[in-house]
């Protein structure tokens, strides 16, 4: 099969490899009709983590059920399906707590001591391969898989959001606490701060604030209802709290990570997380679903390298404010988004600017990763010609 392998730092190809099999009778093999670049795998195409080399990446996956483990109870063959980018087991003391980012079964110990979660195509979570590839293994289908609608086809660009970046968006607001008639401060117009703002939305926020510094993003940040604050118009802290009677605004969410730049375009790994402690209320919630990693060897700065900041603590404590960090539990949300996209009450789709065959996979990850004007969101087609 064909699939896209990571090579070393901005090496990527799409290469001929073994098929994705069956490994255990508790897995299917999907065919992939959609798989998604991500934000986190430019993480590792920079040479940003420490991903093996020979790696197919990919962690959003959708697609058509092709081969069924005999122990597999609820999924046949011709079933359409969308993949939580974590991979759970569904029976470990995470898992049975709907913590299935952090599943205790699927996890690679080896990475640090007391380490819990798995995902497809990704540095640190196991030794799964990804989906931008024609096939993949699904482990432990029957807890993995969620069936899509009738509509699953003509909807195809909205489900396969579901598998990171709509419930991604989602987690960040419960993390922040959002309640029905609060104001909201979301950090990054990418495609996971979009999806904040669209999740906001559906949840009744009164303000939603996006920041961020591309006119491109900040537009569909308006189109999605919500206050576009660009970082070139000043103090983010001072322009929240224009807006918020003083205060700052109810509740944060950090959709960047640690590869935060500032306008002049210098990364300042701090910068997001400090700026959300000025602008949000006196006792208001953040939640963090950037990501920051352990370890990053490829950093300038010499705390980033072992995955440290210099975080405003004193401000943070002195204004009582608290946090929510962590991956999304994929699982813990995916069912009911879907619905809200079977009724016509959500459209993640909105954010996907290029539409492209697996072959052009390499050319989409420099334009996505020199951040060129346009490139939002990238979907691509493995079976495509
Ligand atoms: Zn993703
Ligand atoms: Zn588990």
Not at 1 to 15: F, P, T
């Amino acid at each position: 099969m064909k699939a896209l392998v990571y090579h070393g730092r901005k090496k990527v190809s799409v290469d001929n490899v073994p098929d994705a099999k069956i490994e255990k009778l508790t897995d299917v093999v999907i065919k992939l009709t959609t798989a998604n670049i991500c934000g986190s795998d430019l993480h590792m195409y920079e040479g940003r983590t420490d991903v093996a080399k020979g790696k197919i990446l990919g962690h959003e996956n959708l697609g058509e059920v092709v081969e069924v483990g005999k122990a597999v109870d609820t999924v046949k063959k011709g079933d359409k399906v969308v993949l939580p980018f974590n991979i759970g087991c569904g029976f470990c003391a995470n898992c049975e707590r709907g913590l299935t980012g952090y599943c205790l079964t699927c996890a690679d110990p080896s990475v640090m001591p007391g380490m819990a979660g798995a995902a497809y195509g990704f540095a640190g979570m196991g030794p799964y391969a990804g989906g931008q590839a024609q096939y993949l293994r699904v482990p432990y289908a029957d807890f993995n898989c969620l069936h899509l609608p009738e509509d699953a086809d003509e909807k195809e660009k909205d489900y396969v959001m579901l598998s990171d970046i709509f419930p991604t968006g989602w987690h960040s607001t419960r993390l922040a606490d959002l309640k029905p008639g609060e104001s909201i401060l979301i950090y990054g117009a990418g495609p996971v701060g979009l999806m904040a703002a669209l999740s906001a939305r559906i949840q009744g926020a009164s303000q939603i604030f996006v920041v961020d510094g591309q006119a491109d993003r900040l537009a569909l940040a308006k189109q999605i209802g919500a206050t576009p604050i660009d970082t070139k118009d000043g103090e983010i802290g001072d322009q929240i709290r224009e807006l918020t009677g003083g205060l700052g605004a109810d509740c944060g969410a950090e959709c960047i990570g640690y590869q935060c730049t500032n306008n002049a375009g210098k990364e300042v790994p701090n910068l997001v997380m400090n700026s959300l402690v000025d602008a949000v209320k006196a006792t208001g919630t953040l939640g963090v679903v950037g990501v920051f990693i352990p370890k990053d060897p490829g950093a300038k700065d010499a705390l980033a390298k072992i995955g440290q900041i210099a975080f405003d603590f004193g401000k943070f404590w002195f204004k009582g404010q608290k946090m929510g960090t962590g991956q999304c539990n994929v699982k813990a949300y995916n069912r009911r988004l879907r619905d809200l996209i079977h009724h016509g009450k959500a459209n993640p789709s909105l954010i996907i600017s290029h539409e492209l065959p697996l072959s052009e996979a390499p050319g989409a990850y420099e334009h996505f990763d020199n951040r060129d004007a346009g490139w939002t969101k990238v979907i691509l087609h493995p079976h495509a010609a």
